[in-house]
């Protein structure tokens, strides 16, 4: 693991970018994993920034994100799906078609997994962007999700719904399933990039880098990952010494 630890959150970001817009610029095919969460917020608004400068085009640029709720239609305003437009897809020049979201439809139920994941078999990722749960997540792979785990749809945690109840009016309105690449979709990718930031990350980046790797802590796998670049603010390295 690659750890690179800046002075604050506004770093952060614009660290991540500049990695990202030096893939995109080195190949302006790039497939990319997109998370959503206050984590990326600042990489997508850099992004978006040097579209508009002109700097990076993402018209040949495939996404996949890696997860949405179940139980809430795609128009909710806390989809992933509304989140995506409204933070980054709607200031850049995503192609459509090339925009890629786990569908949650309760119609295809039985099918979406293994539809996405079939989707992930043939189109590897380039780089895979993420943030890390309280509990040690990422996407929505849960503590206790097998290691080798592909697209599936899960039960969220208390504490999942817990720390995402402040974007809904209250806990009974956060779904409780979604649908998630598995663990095994996101080590696949050639590239990661986790961001974390503030000291209620720290505990869990602590034991993500320095603790034993288990399902526990699901953030952990990454570890053993041959290309995997870890941006912390100082709040979310301070346990790291
Ligand atoms: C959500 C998402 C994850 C995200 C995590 C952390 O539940 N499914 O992909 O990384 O929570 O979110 P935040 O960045 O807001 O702390």
Redesign the pocket.
């Known amino acids: 693991m690659k750890i690179i630890v800046c002075k604050n959150y506004d770093e952060v970001s614009k660290r991540a970018a500049s990695i990202v817009i030096g893939y995109l610029k080195a190949n302006p095919q790039l497939k990319i994993g997109l998370?959503?969460?206050?984590?990326?917020l600042g990489l997508y608004k850099n992004l978006i920034k040097a579209y508009q400068n002109k700097e990076i085009s993402f018209k040949e640029v495939n996404s996949y994100n890696?997860?949405e709720y179940i139980g809430i239609d795609q128009s909710h305003p806390q989809s992933y799906y509304s989140f995506m437009y409204e933070h980054f897809f709607k200031y850049v020049d995503m192609v459509k078609e090339n925009i890629h979201i786990p569908d949650n439809n309760l119609d295809r139920i039985d099918e979406i997994a293994d539809d996405y994941n079939l989707m992930l078999h043939h189109n590897q990722m380039d780089i895979q962007i993420?943030?890390?749960?309280?509990n040690g997540?990422?996407?929505?792979n849960e503590p206790g999700t097998p290691l080798d785990s592909e697209t599936f749809i899960v039960t969220l945690d208390e504490q999942?719904r817990i720390?995402?109840s402040r974007f809904f009016n209250n806990i009974d309105e956060v779904p409780r399933y979604?649908i998630?690449m598995g663990i095994k979709n996101i080590m696949y990718s050639k590239k990661i990039l986790l961001i974390a930031s503030g000291q209620e990350?720290a505990e869990v980046v602590s034991r993500m880098i320095k603790g034993k790797i288990t399902n526990k802590l699901p953030a952990s796998i990454l570890q053993l990952h041959s290309d995997c670049t870890i941006i912390l603010d100082e709040e979310a390295a301070s346990k790291l010494l």
Do not use: E, Q, R, V
């Open positions: 998370a959503t969460g206050s984590s990326p890696l997860d993420l943030g890390i749960g309280s997540h990422i996407g929505f999942t720390d995402n979604a998630t990350k």
